[in-house]
């Protein structure tokens, strides 16, 4: 298997001088096709940090990050935006849904700005939506929505364009148990059918149950990387 | 995509856009009345200051508006009276003028004596609309006289008496003649009413020896701006016969200086007005734009590019400025279109407005200009300035935009 997310010696300070934060110490990872890997850690450990180096979001300040065999590295901000879109599945904790869109056209956006057909675009949608159990709530916006059905709309949103890695930030934190063990399981239903790549940053027990790899990251280093 | 979230994104908001749009749809709507207003007191002004006496445009041999000396007389006249053949022109009116000393009895007074054709003038001034008492001129007056009712009480004359004319004709000699007074105009202009008098055409030129030429052409169109669209031809007709033309403002270029001042501090006002409505809109707008930079953060995160964030948000501005505009241009044209068939009294006003030649009421002159210019500046401005937001979302970076509160 090839690596999708190759990180080498990636370190990020924030701040300068005495006020600089190490973020993130000299981190060397790879993450490979198919992988279910949970990122782990206390608050403060570099977790989100490293996710958003991993998802193109943020520069590192030494190191270099390659999605996919290229390196992100001197890319300008459009063609990092072009890559998230072609490559890269966000699950925010926040679900960062477009209010004034339906669930449906929130999941089709992704496919409007890749510029497919409009009636491609609303099957697949359709079909991203039914994959997560959102069957006959297309039309509802995200304030008729609850949390977890927000969630769900976003994980189609990061599914529907077939992207090679999702990365999920605490995608769990804002829901209860029933809802989370859904999520979970759904995430991992597709992982394991659909071959589909996740990182998924969390605090969570739930969720690392389901890993096949488990990463933990401690004061900007990862401590351990175990499969299983 | 992009025109269908902007649209949607306005309405996210609906009370602050509401109030946005009102904003922006008041001012529009009194920057369409006020100019259209402005342009209609001063069409007024214009016609009523030169529709008057003057008429709208004058053909006159070369250096008489400076030095009206009755031996300078009009080339090729007859050509000249055909102007009113051309688009825009309705009426030409012959005229011939000199300075004379009027008296009755012991008493003159000096004041312009000007040979009129009765047939042809009424169609060029409307002096003739102001007599108060007796008669204007008829074809068939030789001896006759109308005078201003100021020069007539001057000169404590009455309907039916008869004026010595005491005057220096075309060749020097001494012009005399007695004419009966058959009319008395009342303009409300004290210059005009205390300086101005018409007699026949034929009766002028024979007393003043001049043969049947004239001094100075004057003519009318239906429309005051169909005859300012005519002066091309009319200059062309000038040069062609020897002549030049006179356009309003060469003939009272008083009023032009009015309207200039007027218009000046006008736009001063409007400007002030202008800049006002646009930076309390943008900073509503701006506000909004910052309150979901956040949002902007997760649009960036799962692939639109910085430009399509910034023409997104460019695009609201647009939508809200066109339509502020829109119903400010609409409703203003719908008021002015009222008031330009009822019109606006100022009651006490009468004797000021009298002595620029506007009488009772005035009407507003709704135009395409006068609907446009005004909001179509705010609306431009606000594109414009809404740069400012595009070009701060091109800045953001994905994080620090999702982590903003």
Not at chain 2, 243 to 254: C, G, H, I, S, T
Not at chain 2, 272 to 293: A, D, G, P, W
Not at chain 2, 321 to 331: D, E, Q
Request: aromatic share 6%; hydrophobic share 45%.
């Amino acid at each position: 298997m090839k690596p999708i997310v190759s990180c080498r010696g990636i370190t990020k300070v924030f701040g300068k001088g005495e006020l600089a934060v190490h973020a993130l110490r000299g981190i060397d990872l790879d993450i490979m096709e198919g992988d279910f890997a949970t990122l782990a850690g206390p608050s403060g450990s570099g977790k989100t940090t490293l996710l958003n180096m991993v998802g193109a979001l943020d520069h590192p300040t030494a190191g270099e990050v390659a999605i996919d065999g290229q390196p992100l590295s001197g890319m300008s901000k459009s063609a990092l935006s072009d890559l998230r879109l072609n490559k890269i599945g966000f699950i925010f904790q926040a679900y960062n849904l477009v209010p004034v869109l339906s669930a449906r056209e929130n999941v089709e956006f992704v496919l409007r700005l890749l510029r497919v057909e409009p009636a491609e675009r609303r099957r697949r949608a359709d079909e991203a939506l039914a994959e997560v159990g959102l069957q006959g709530m297309e039309g509802r916006r995200p304030s008729a929505l609850s949390g977890g059905q927000q969630q769900r709309v976003a994980i189609a949103r990061a599914l529907v364009a077939r992207p090679r890695i999702v990365l999920a930030d605490e995608p769990t934190a804002n829901l209860d148990s029933t809802t989370t063990k859904e999520l979970v399981d759904l995430m991992y239903r597709l992982n394991q059918e659909s071959g589909i790549t996740f990182l998924i940053g969390t605090h969570d027990p739930r969720v690392m149950e389901h890993s096949k790899r488990h990463i933990e990251m401690n004061d900007g280093q990862i401590e351990s990387d175990t499969r299983g | 995509m992009l025109v269908s979230l902007a649209w949607r994104n306005i309405w996210r908001q609906p009370v602050r856009s509401v109030l946005s749009l009102i904003g922006l749809a008041f001012s529009s709507l009194l920057l369409v009345f006020m100019l259209s207003f402005q342009f209609g007191v001063y069409d007024t002004i214009k016609i009523g200051a030169l529709g008057l006496f003057d008429g709208f445009g004058q053909f006159q041999p070369e250096g008489y508006d400076d030095d009206p000396d009755i031996s300078k007389q009009l080339p090729g006249s007859q050509a000249l009276l055909a102007a009113d053949q051309i688009k825009g022109v309705s009426a030409t009116a012959p005229r011939a003028s000199s300075f004379a000393i009027l008296a009755n009895g012991d008493t003159s007074f000096g004041a312009a004596v000007i040979g009129v054709d009765p047939a042809r003038e009424p169609a060029v001034s409307t002096l003739y609309s102001t007599i108060s008492e007796g008669r204007y001129l008829e074809p068939e007056d030789s001896a006759a006289i109308v005078m201003g009712a100021g020069l007539v009480r001057n000169l404590g004359l009455a309907l039916g008496d008869n004026v010595t004319m005491l005057g220096t004709g075309n060749d020097g000699a001494v012009a005399a003649d007695v004419l009966e007074l058959v009319g008395i105009f009342s303009t409300g202009v004290n210059a005009v009413d205390r300086q101005i008098t018409q007699m026949p055409l034929a009766r002028f030129q024979e007393t003043y020896n001049m043969g049947e030429n004239v001094n100075v052409i004057a003519l009318r169109g239906p429309d005051f701006n169909g005859v300012i669209r005519a002066a091309p031809d009319l200059q062309g007709l000038a040069e062609a016969e020897g002549a030049v033309y006179l356009r309003w403002d060469d003939l009272q270029p008083e009023v032009r200086q009015m309207i200039t001042l007027d218009l000046s501090t006008a736009m001063l006002m409007y400007g002030i007005m202008i800049v006002v409505v646009v930076f309390i809109l943008l900073n509503t707008l701006y506000m909004s734009v910052l309150e979901r930079t956040r949002e902007f953060g997760g649009l960036m995160a799962i692939g639109m590019r910085p430009a399509q964030i910034g023409a997104m948000v460019w695009l609201e501005l647009v939508f809200l400025s066109l339509l502020g505009a829109g119903i400010g241009i609409a409703l203003g044209a719908g008021i002015t279109i009222w008031v330009e068939n009822v019109g606006i009294s100022f009651p006490g006003m009468e004797d000021v407005l009298g002595q620029w030649g506007i009488s009772g009421r005035v009407y507003p002159d709704l135009s395409f200009f006068s609907a446009s210019i005004g909001p179509g500046i705010i609306v431009g401005s606000i594109i414009i300035l809404g740069l400012i937001p595009y070009r701060r979302i091109l800045g953001l970076e994905p994080v620090s935009a999702m982590g903003a509160a």
